[in-house]
């Protein structure tokens, strides 16, 4: 059993947040006195160590602590990475053989069909996630019923077995047609996998995701399969690391459903890690307007620029989250928060075409070299190097643990940008800012749109390092008057994952009918998700707050290709009133998404699930008044639009709430930089949230 500690009137104890992104390691730390700091520092990416300790000592430092300390007596650590799908991405992944079904090798070369061009009759099938020839078809066959139609061809999976040793094989996926029906071929497989090739991970694809669809099935248990090595290697020496350190407490990381598992559950099924880091920034969304209908969250960090959406409180969640581009990338089908992520971040590259138009990313700079501004031998001009020359950054009060070097950002926007296109070093800055704010403001639209938001009618809500900067030039492309600013804007993700909930999923795969329905099959499999998710909660009832479980079904109509989500009050009463909940739920979530709905149809219930949740306290200290002067540090002159503006910098630290600074103005936090154009005002709320408003014309 986990216990999370909290040693109330004791010696000072401390939760540790931390996001590691691909420029910055942000951090979050909380003591049980109620106290909280937050640090920044540059990723590492040979010993991702060595950049979080860096950053919880600038955070420790910040309030007065000893890092050193903070360190050793947290309790709880929560780890978020984008290591998993950054090793999907680019394919440096664990050489993996893929078992499945007679007849059903190009599963994961089909995909489910589709095409980024539907008129492109021509265009070739991108190849699968498990090459052709480390894909093995074994001869075995259960029906949809669950019946044993090929008994498991033992001979033939020994034999296959005893060639992955010379082929270097370091993981093994086994997809069987109905093993979620009947595993009985899988776990004979796993058997054999332990006997032939011990110590060798493997997933079987009714564990990995309990699905119907065979696809989504094959490619999470082939891509956990994959990650099981690496990831074993990055949580193995992170956690050994805190150990060295004299860190005894709980290591708890961050999966896609935006929230936290023990380090072990996630060994054990690592494809939960894939785009884990984007899903905390939505909970703060949540949290910092939690009476808005529609909230948008942007997360602009230094490689990439996330949105998401949060609906009444609720954070949108989908199984659609496709890893690379819709189509050609890669799909597990599991429950992940809803983000768009595209590559405009501060580190974003600037760059000339061939036709001679100025383009900013994908390519990021990340920590190494960086943007030029840093002064870490990065050459090429980003969208960092346009806000120092612009003035937004302060050169000589950075956070980021070094001086940003103005004169180096200077060169690399004149060299590559300003001199092709016969601008100024201030027109070129200036005319990055925009295309990248365009791009971000596109991806919001995007992202809104598909969903069925206005994005001019919604809340938005910017975070990240960089966001705040961009924040009013987003607000503008928009049509918005307001933008919010969380308290906690500089490391959105870290503070979100410092509030995450202890929550996972139990799925049961079980076909049903509301009006032939079939009462007692749909009581064990309610009877089987209770058992799980209390055996769950079991594990962390240290933590001292009552559960939240929630039961769902996936249902569709007769016919409809795909299902639909459906969240129940509570657990269905199988021999009650199940079918007529469930078919009305349906009816009502279907004309919710899709504008129609048929009252007077069947549903069909694909699977039955639970989610469990369990919130982890937070220790709040009540603030009391300080009379602290605002602080004005000095006067510079900034660029807005292109015209330059006797600008005053404001320390962050010194606003209280209630405060409104009137710009053009800049507000300088230990973590983000606000940026406050002519035409926009800054508002602190009581919980020193930042609200940017427009002026009245």
């Known amino acids: 059993m986990t216990e999370i500690k909290t040693h109330p009137g004791g010696p000072a104890r401390y939760r540790i947040a931390v996001d590691t992104g691909g420029t910055f390691t942000d951090v979050v730390v909380g003591s049980n006195s109620g106290d909280m700091a937050v640090g920044k520092a540059l990723t590492t990416y040979d010993r991702v160590f060595t950049g ?231 909970l703060v969304g949540a949290a910092a307007a939690p009476d808005r209908d529609t909230v948008v969250v942007c997360d602009m960090g230094g490689t990439t620029f996330d949105v998401s959406l949060v609906e009444s409180g609720v954070v949108r969640h989908t199984r659609e989250a496709w890893l690379g581009e819709q189509f050609v990338g890669h799909l597990t089908g599991l429950s992940s928060v809803a983000v768009s992520s595209i590559g405009a971040g501060g580190g974003s590259i600037a760059w000339i075409d061939g036709g001679g138009l100025l383009r900013v990313g994908p390519q990021s700079a990340r920590s190494t070299p960086g943007p030029a501004a840093y002064g870490r031998g990065g050459e090429e001009p980003t969208v960092t190097d346009a806000c120092v020359a612009l003035g937004y950054l302060d050169a000589d009060g950075f956070e980021g643990g070094f001086t940003l070097d103005r004169e180096a950002a200077v060169r690399a926007i004149d060299t590559r940008i300003a001199g092709p296109l016969n601008m100024d070093t201030l027109q070129a800055a200036q005319a990055i800012l925009d295309v990248s704010a365009h791009h971000m403001a596109t991806a919001i639209r995007q992202a809104a749109l598909e969903q069925g938001v206005d994005p001019r009618g919604a809340l938005i809500v910017a975070g990240g390092g960089a966001g705040a900067m961009v924040a009013a030039i987003i607000g503008v492309l928009l049509e918005a008057d307001t933008v919010l600013i969380p308290a906690t804007a500089g490391v959105l993700a870290a503070y979100g994952a410092h509030r995450a909930p202890i929550a996972t999923e139990f799925l049961s795969p079980l076909h049903n009918d509301t009006r032939s329905f079939d009462a007692g099959s749909a009581a064990r499999a309610v009877e089987d998700l209770t058992a799980k998710a209390s055996k769950f909660v079991e594990r962390f009832d240290g933590a001292g707050v009552a559960a939240n479980v929630t039961y769902f079904v996936d249902a569709r109509y007769p016919g409809q290709a795909w299902d639909l989500r459906v969240h129940l009050d509570g657990a269905p009463d199988a021999n009650g009133d199940a079918a007529m909940v469930i078919e009305r739920a349906f009816h009502e979530e279907h004309d919710r998404r899709n504008g129609t709905h048929d009252p007077d149809s069947r549903v069909e219930i694909i699977t039955w699930g639970v989610r469990v949740e369990i919130p982890r306290p937070e220790h709040t200290k009540t603030e009391t008044a300080t009379n602290r002067e605002r602080e004005v540090h000095r006067t510079d002159s900034v660029v807005f639009g292109g015209e330059s503006f006797s600008t005053e910098r404001y320390r962050g630290v010194t606003l209280e709430p209630g405060d409104k600074v009137v710009g053009p103005a800049v507000i300088d936090q230990p973590t983000t930089t606000i940026v406050v154009p002519p035409e926009w005002d800054a508002t602190l709320d009581e919980r020193s949230n930042i609200y940017l408003t427009r002026k009245e014309a």
């Open 52 to 282: 979080f300790e860096a950053s919880v000592r600038r955070a420790a430092e910040s309030v007065g602590w000893s890092g050193d300390d903070v360190l050793r007596h947290a309790d709880v650590i929560v780890y978020g990475t984008t290591h998993a799908t950054n090793a999907v991405l680019t394919g440096k992944v664990a050489k993996t053989a893929l078992l499945t079904t007679e007849g059903f090798a190009d599963t994961l070369l089909l995909r489910e069909g589709g095409r980024r061009d539907a008129f492109d009759s021509k265009a070739a099938y991108p190849p699968p996630y498990i090459p052709r020839h480390l894909t093995f078809e074994i001869r075995e066959r259960v029906s949809a019923e669950g019946d044993v139609l090929v008994p498991l061809d033992e001979d033939q999976v020994r034999d296959i077995l005893r060639s992955f040793k010379d082929q270097g094989i370091e993981a093994v996926a086994v997809s069987c047609l109905w093993s979620i029906i009947n595993d009985v071929h899988e776990r004979r497989i796993a058997e054999l996998i332990k006997e032939i090739l011990p110590g060798v991970p493997y997933t079987l694809s009714n564990e990995a995701n309990p699905t119907i669809r065979e696809y989504r099935r094959s490619s999470a248990a082939s891509i956990d399969a994959s990650l099981k090595p690496l990831m074993a290697d990055h949580l193995g020496k992170l956690r050994s690391d805190l150990q060295e350190y004299g860190f005894a407490g709980d290591l708890l990381v961050v999966t896609s459903e935006g929230a936290v598992l023990d380090v072990a559950d996630v060994l054990d099924r690592p494809v939960l890690l894939l785009n884990s880091g984007p899903s905390m920034a939505p």
